[in-house]
């Protein structure tokens, strides 16, 4: 089935990935999708909140199973998929070359424009499912983002592209999203992968803060390995794979 093709439209939810994970619990199936004009408690990665005014942002989810009926392949990976998603569909209505923030942050000129929450079981009575969200800012003005991000965050309007209708990006978003979600079902992590390592918002060598769940520290970005974990080099220990990490940002 068509990702998109089983649509849930709402005025205003709490949270499509929390919607979305209820209906994958009841059975729905692959590539259905939760689309909300709100979320009054939109979440970001590590519990932050996500701001999701009514009408400005695209606010979806998707419901990902594994087409032969066994677990989500490379689960990891589709965060990194997302991102690719978001980017294409952007850039294919909006006209804006956007930028990746590994695991999960979508940029325009180091400002973030957009995010991804990935969830979900690999178990249980409804079969192994993936949520994946995807939040992006499109028609947000100067006095519509909370004081407190006006220096961190941005939109498509304020970036400065065209201002698609908001069901318009949802449309290209599920194309786009089928296309990476299928490159990882057919064993094509390398692709996914390579693709998001040319879009990173980092180079090689570029100077990052990196805050995991015991410490933060400064180190070298390496890139990704060939598990699209992060590597980072940190002095004499030499480079590093990391699988989790709250914060990543750059120094300089």
Known sequence: M??????????????TNDAARALALAGAAHGSSILAREQ?????TKGRAWHSPA???????????DPAGGAVPHPHLLPLAAGLAASDAILELSGLGIR??????????????GGVLTEGTNAGAAGGFAVVGIGLNVGHGPGDLPEELRATATSLRLAG????????????????????YNELTRGGKGAVIGA?????????????????????FEAGYQGLDPEGRLVVSRGAAGPVALVTVRRLERTS
């Open 161 to 180: 592209g065209r201002v698609p209708a908001v069901e318009a990006l949802w449309t290209a978003l599920c194309g786009t999203l089928e296309r990476w």
């Open 196 to 216: 998001f390592t040319s879009r990173s918002a980092f180079s090689r060598g570029d100077p990052v803060r990196v805050e995991t769940a015991d410490e933060i």
């Open 100 to 113: 990746l923030q590994w695991p999960n942050d979508v940029l325009f000129e180091g400002k973030k424009l």
């Open 2 to 15: 068509p990702f998109g093709a089983v649509l849930h439209r709402f005025d205003s939810l709490p949270s």
């Open 55 to 65: 009408g400005l942002g695209l606010y979806t989810s998707f419901i990902l199973r």
């Open 40 to 44: 009054t408690r939109g979440r970001g």
